[in-house]
T-cell receptor, first 109, second 115 residues
């Protein structure tokens, strides 16, 4: 069983739409949670960390549900520049990070 | 200049050849990682190092070895390359003292094709 699972999509949404991605993790001892963004053929970059109380950064909102072991990312007012693959990342113990396979988003004009 | 650099950026090699991928960083981070990315599998950890004297195996270390020559340099070797090692390889760094603590900073990647 994979440590982190994501719906690969693709999600194709019009500009201005709201889109949500979910991610589930299998290890209840997971300690830290993140969303990374990866543009085509580029390196992943941190989008935001996910805190227990939920957190927001502009148009992006991340939520964590420890009881159900899932993480979500909500993007409001989608922009063309949001088109990318979004990676869910979990740290279990030590400093090993487990990456989901990513969810592909295309924002259409 | 990029904080995390990888060389080469692209490499084509033949089965059985030994190759080395190099990673250098100017961020002053102690922790360095090597990942591979395959379509549909996401990033998988090969090796990681918390300092020059510390090397640890990740999820998929078989067929790979690493060397931490200095704080700034972490090399990945394929002793005898095989076709299923064809992948995109990323080096990353992190610093637990960083205010964003566990952020991983990735290099631009090395595309490896093993024929």
């Amino acid at each position: 069983r994979k440590e982190v699972e994501q719906d690969p999509g693709p999600f194709n949404v019009p500009e201005g739409a709201t889109v949500a991605f979910n991610c589930t993790y299998s290890n209840s001892a997971s300690q830290s949670f993140f969303w990374y963004r990866q543009d085509c053929r580029k390196e992943p970059k941190l989008l935001m960390s996910v805190y227990s109380s939920g957190n927001e950064d502009g148009r992006f909102t991340a939520q964590l549900n420890r009881a159900s072991q899932y993480i979500s990312l909500l993007i409001r007012d989608s922009k063309l520049s949001d088109s990318a693959t979004y990676l869910c990342v979990v740290r279990i113990t030590g400093n090993q990070f487990y990456f989901g396979t990513g969810t592909s988003l295309t924002v259409i004009p | 200049d990029a904080d995390v650099t990888q060389t080469p950026r692209n490499r084509i090699t033949k089965t059985g050849k030994r190759i080395m991928l190099e990673c250098s960083q100017t961020k002053g981070h102690d922790r360095m990682y090597w990942y591979r990315q395959d379509p549909g599998l996401g990033l998988q950890l090969i090796y990681y190092s918390f300092d020059v004297k510390d090397i640890n195996k990740g999820e998929i270390s078989d067929g790979y070895s690493v060397s931490r020559q200095a704080q700034a340099k972490f090399s990945l070797s394929l002793e005898s390359a095989i076709p299923n090692q064809t992948a995109l390889y990323f080096c990353a760094t992190s610093d637990p003292r960083d205010p964003r603590q566990e952020t991983q900073y990735f290099g631009p990647g090395t595309r490896l094709l093993v024929l």
